[in-house]
């Protein structure tokens, strides 16, 4: 295992200097050492850069997301583009969109602010109402965590899809489409988190430090505060980097339905969804917002997977395949003693910190 | 186990409800006037409030819920002005859209999201559990950076994406399969594998990573199990090892897992069945939340969580069966 060779050949040198590292920088240096996920991150760097410089990057080009290029469409064939590659040019770097003759590098570096904005935005909105109502339910007493962890469970356990589905189709159009969105996936997918918290709670509640700062006299509030949040971050964190692509691809997929993002706003999810019409005769349009959404959705898991290992090394990759994964095998065979139904049913026997892939991989699209 | 499914069942009931209530608060607070919607653009006020008298929609929302609760045991009655048009027991309303009985709907819609359901379950069974057997008993730096690789990708691509690059390369491209339009298995069987078969690949890729994984762990497990030692001690060949001993304690979580993953599947595929034009479940659930169908919406809904819930129950009984060490509680 590279990643523990290399902490320890570090914790060589480390052992020198006087101080120890702190857990930030520990994390960092872990992370660090993993290429996989280092490339990720540049990845999701390089993204976020085009998102935020996409009105710098339209205007060297010289184009705009919603001018009509009449011209550059062939009307005779129902509006595909002329030139190869859908009509790349010097003038529109990738091409243009059928029928309308939009500029797809404008349309595409513009989507990706939609795309990041609405995924980032729904993550922020689970961690925070997964955190609060984790923490309720953990600290709270019996009546409480009951009624809390009940809804929970609905939440987890119902079809966000269909749901996210009619809430999107009740609120009327003027609203402000990319927020409803981030709106509807942050208050639908926050289950999995406070679930996470809750038994994370429930542990450290028991644990002598925990104890010890409610005999100091401080209250609940401070006790969750001062020790309990920062023994959350860890797992927290895990989860939501692993949140984040598949708040990405809920968008996209809502958007591919018709019922997300709708044009003229354009969001990788909604080029894809005016793509597949196209497919048969513009194959440029359609691998354009597939290859970008494959790209950033794989280096955005890549990249979750890294942060894992890097706050947690006792437990290997999870998309590692080799013997490090015995150990979760038995946990999903449920090989041990006697396991509840329910348990096996939702395919995690313990509520243990380390597995939130279970949950994880329930995006909102997710078929 | 009997006490475990009537616990079980009034559980779904529960839910199902719920599930119902909360669609219908939402729908009846959206602005839009089903009335309109059943009438049409050429309706006058006049007639829109005759409607509106008929479908019930001026009582209230509670009433109307309720309504469609005794429906579903009893049946209904509706009026359409000048004669009665029976809707039998499990009587979950008419379209606002067309008039049409939803169970009628949905008993059309079923096969499609069947048809697709089964057969990406097929496939996916055979590349993952194939893959996964594979990897577990070849163990080298191949067949493991091989089978990372597709797990990696299979998390990382949903399934339009997949499913929109198989059309791309296998009917734009290369030209080997035609555009896809569902045709019923009872009219031509050959044509509905030929034309769903895409379907069922973008959706089995997918999910043949995940299986795969779970099948190689699981495999390793139960051949590192002291009873798989004992039998190798007694001179018993490797291979009727794995075929005759093994594969049945590794194989019980893949079909737990199996049977919950088909509910999801029959709780319709929606990506899929828009994608590839299929006439199931899912489009029209599309389809009815974009026109505000309510009656339509939630009836759909309905059956798929209905869907859901039962698998769950099976896999929890498939798992017991197959596994004396869990307990049905």
Same mark, same amino acid.
Request: with cysteine.
């Given at each position: ?7 320890a050949a570090e ?12 857990g930030a920088r520990q994390?960092w240096?872990?992370l660090r ?5 280092l490339?990720g991150?540049?990845v999701?760097a390089?993204f ?10 339209a205007a ?14 062939d009307?005779?064939?129902g509006?595909?583009?002329?030139g190869?590659?859908?009509?790349v040019?010097?003038?529109?770097w990738?091409?243009?969109?059928p029928?309308t003759g ?6 595409l570096v513009y989507?990706s ?8 935005g729904a ?9 609060l109502l984790?923490l ?5 007493n019996?009546?409480?965590d009951?009624l809390?962890?009940?809804i929970?469970?609905v939440?987890?356990?119902m ?5 996210a589905?009619a809430l999107?189709a ?5 609203f ?7 709106l509807?996936?942050g208050?639908?997918a ?5 679930k996470i918290?809750?038994?994370q709670?429930?542990?450290l509640?028991s644990?002598?430090y925990?104890?010890a700062?409610?005999l100091?006299g401080?209250g609940?509030w401070r ?26 691809v ?7 339905l018709?019922?997300?993002?709708t044009?003229p706003?354009p969001s990788?999810?909604?080029?894809l969804?005016?793509a597949?019409t ?10 354009l ?5 494959f790209?950033t959705?794989l280096?955005?898991t890549?990249?979750?997977?890294g942060v894992?290992t890097?706050?947690d090394?006792?437990?290997a990759?999870r998309?590692r395949v080799?013997?490090?994964?015995r150990?979760q095998?038995?946990a ?6 006697t ?6 049913a939702s395919g995690?026997?313990?509520p243990d910190?380390?597995e939130?892939?279970t949950?994880s991989?329930?995006a909102?699209t997710?078929? | 186990m ?7 069942? +009034?559980?779904?009931a529960?839910?199902?409800v719920?599930?119902a209530a ?10 839009g006037?089903?009335?309109?919607l059943?009438c049409g653009?050429k309706?006058n006020t006049?007639q829109?409030?005759q409607i509106?008298g008929?479908?019930g ?5 509670y009433?109307?819920f309720?309504?469609f609760?005794?429906g579903i045991?009893a049946?209904?009655d509706?009026?359409?002005g000048?004669?009665?048009l029976?809707c039998p027991a499990p009587?979950l309303g ?7 009985l939803?169970t009628?709907m949905?008993g059309?819609?079923?096969?499609a999201t069947a048809?697709l ?8 069974l055979v590349?993952?559990?194939?893959t996964?057997?594979l990897?577990a008993l ?5 067949t493991?950076?091989l ?10 691509t949903?399934? +339009?994406i997949t499913?929109?690059?198989l ?5 734009s ?8 339009s569902y045709v019923p298995l009872?009219e031509d ?5 030929w034309?769903?078969?895409?379907a069922w690949?973008?959706l089995?890729?997918?999910?043949a990573a ?8 699981s495999?390793?497990?139960t ?7 004992? +039998?190798?001690?007694y ?5 009727a090892?794995v075929v005759r001993?093994a ?6 979580p ?5 049977a919950?993953?088909?509910g999801?599947m +029959?709780?319709g595929?929606l ?9 199931g479940l899912g ?11 309510v009656p339509v919406?939630v009836g759909i ?5 209905l869907a859901?819930v ?12 197959a596994?004396r ?5």
């Amino acid at each position: 295992m590279t990643v523990e060779a290399l902490s320890a050949a570090e914790g060589g040198t480390d052992a020198v200097a006087s101080a120890p590292p702190s857990g930030a920088r520990q994390v960092w240096r872990r992370l660090r050492g993993q290429r996989a996920a280092l490339a990720g991150g540049a990845v999701i760097a390089l993204f976020v850069l085009v998102a935020v410089a996409a009105p710098l990057l339209a205007a060297i080009e010289g184009q705009d997301t919603t001018s009509y290029h009449a011209g550059l469409v062939d009307s005779a064939s129902g509006g595909v583009p002329l030139g190869t590659f859908g009509g790349v040019s010097g003038s529109h770097w990738l091409g243009v969109e059928p029928g309308t003759g939009r500029d797809l590098f404008a349309r595409l570096v513009y989507g990706s602010r939609i795309s990041l904005i609405v995924a980032f935005g729904a993550t922020v909105l689970q961690v925070l109402l997964g955190v609060l109502l984790g923490l309720a339910a953990g600290l709270g007493n019996r009546f409480l965590d009951g009624l809390l962890s009940r809804i929970t469970d609905v939440f987890v356990t119902m079809p966000a899809l269909i749901f996210a589905i009619a809430l999107l189709a009740v609120v009327p159009d003027g609203f402000p489409r990319p927020v409803l969105l981030m709106l509807v996936l942050g208050l639908l997918a926050w289950g999995g988190i406070a679930k996470i918290v809750r038994a994370q709670v429930l542990t450290l509640k028991s644990l002598d430090y925990v104890a010890a700062s409610r005999l100091g006299g401080s209250g609940p509030w401070r006790t969750a505060r001062r020790e309990l949040l920062p023994a959350l971050v860890a797992p927290v964190v895990t989860y939501a980097a692993i949140l984040l692509p598949s708040n990405i691809v809920s968008e996209a997929g809502l958007s591919f339905l018709g019922i997300g993002v709708t044009p003229p706003t354009p969001s990788w999810g909604q080029m894809l969804s005016s793509a597949s019409t196209w497919y048969q005769a513009d194959s440029a349009y359609v691998l354009l917002p597939a290859v970008l959404l494959f790209v950033t959705v794989l280096a955005f898991t890549v990249f979750a997977d890294g942060v894992r290992t890097a706050l947690d090394p006792r437990v290997a990759s999870r998309l590692r395949v080799g013997t490090g994964r015995r150990k979760q095998a038995k946990a999903d065979a449920g090989s041990s003693g006697t396991v509840s139904p329910e348990a096996v049913a939702s395919g995690k026997v313990s509520p243990d910190v380390a597995e939130p892939e279970t949950a994880s991989r329930k995006a909102v699209t997710g078929e | 186990m009997t006490r475990f499914l009537l616990r079980r069942l +009034f559980q779904a009931a529960v839910v199902l409800v719920v599930l119902a209530a909360v669609l219908y608060a939402c729908f009846y607070l959206a602005p839009g006037d089903a009335a309109r919607l059943a009438c049409g653009p050429k309706c006058n006020t006049a007639q829109i409030t005759q409607i509106r008298g008929q479908m019930g929609l001026d009582d209230p929302v509670y009433v109307q819920f309720w309504h469609f609760l005794s429906g579903i045991v009893a049946g209904h009655d509706y009026s359409t002005g000048t004669d009665v048009l029976h809707c039998p027991a499990p009587c979950l309303g008419q379209s606002y859209r067309t008039g049409e009985l939803v169970t009628t709907m949905i008993g059309q819609k079923l096969p499609a999201t069947a048809s697709l359901a089964f057969g990406a379950m097929v496939l996916w069974l055979v590349i993952g559990v194939g893959t996964g057997l594979l990897s577990a008993l070849r163990r080298g730096t191949v067949t493991e950076r091989l089978l990372t690789g597709f797990t990696l990708v299979g998390t990382a691509t949903p399934v +339009f994406i997949t499913g929109i690059l198989l059309l791309l390369v296998f009917c734009s491209w290369l030209q080997w399969l035609p555009y896809p339009s569902y045709v019923p298995l009872t009219e031509d069987p050959q044509q509905w594998a030929w034309n769903l078969l895409l379907a069922w690949l973008a959706l089995a890729l997918v999910e043949a990573a995940k299986y795969a994984r779970l099948t190689r762990s699981s495999m390793l497990e139960t051949l590192a199990e002291d009873h798989i030692r004992t +039998f190798r001690a007694y001179g018993v060949g490797e291979r009727a090892i794995v075929v005759r001993h093994a594969l049945r304690g590794a194989l019980t979580p893949v079909i737990a897992l199996s049977a919950l993953d088909l509910g999801t599947m +029959f709780g319709g595929a929606l990506l899929t069945e828009t994608l590839f034009n299929i006439p199931g479940l899912g489009q029209q659930l599309v389809q009815s939340v974009q026109i505000k169908d309510v009656p339509v919406v939630v009836g759909i809904v309905l059956v798929m969580g209905l869907a859901v819930v039962v698998a769950n129950a099976v896999a929890d009984v498939l798992y017991a069966v197959a596994d004396r060490r869990v307990v049905l509680a």
